[in-house]
């Protein structure tokens, strides 16, 4: 069975990075789209990035863009994301999600319904 393990949450500054990881185990990336997403409370749940481990396209949301970056290590079967320049609308818990059948694409945002195997969240706290 597939699962995914995320770590790297915490409580941070505004202006701090984290850096987030997701292991994913039962399966290899290959063919998939890996992915993050977040969900305040009371919010729904968006997505952050998206990439796609078949041609290596990436996809962010305006939100993040410039801030936030999205890598892989196949070897460790896990994809990261780092977040740098944290303000506290970033707060939220944090998903890493995979899809198959998908392909993330650089200006259309991604759901969470094409996403079928999900992390049990990690919490990102930015306060001062």
């Known amino acids: 069975q597939v699962q995914l393990v995320e770590s790297g949450g915490g409580l941070v500054e505004p202006g701090g990075s984290l850096r987030l990881s997701c292991t994913v185990s039962?399966?290899?990336?290959?063919?998939?789209?890996s992915a993050w997403f977040r969900q305040a409370p009371g919010k729904q749940r968006d997505g952050v990035s998206c990439?796609?481990?078949?041609?290596?396209?990436?996809y962010y949301a305006d939100s993040v863009k410039g801030r936030f970056t999205i890598s892989r290590d196949n070897a460790k079967n896990t994809v990261y994301l780092q977040m740098n320049s944290l303000d506290t609308e970033d707060t939220a818990v944090y998903y890493c999600?995979?899809?198959?059948?998908?392909?993330?694409?650089?200006?259309?945002?991604?759901?969470?319904?094409?996403?079928?195997?999900w992390g049990q969240g990690t919490q990102v706290t930015v306060s001062s």
């Open positions: 999600a995979l899809a198959n059948m998908f392909w993330c694409e650089d200006n259309s945002p991604i759901s969470k319904y094409d996403f079928g195997y």
């Open positions: 039962g399966s290899t990336m290959d063919g998939y789209a």
């Open positions: 990439f796609s481990h078949s041609d290596g396209s990436i």
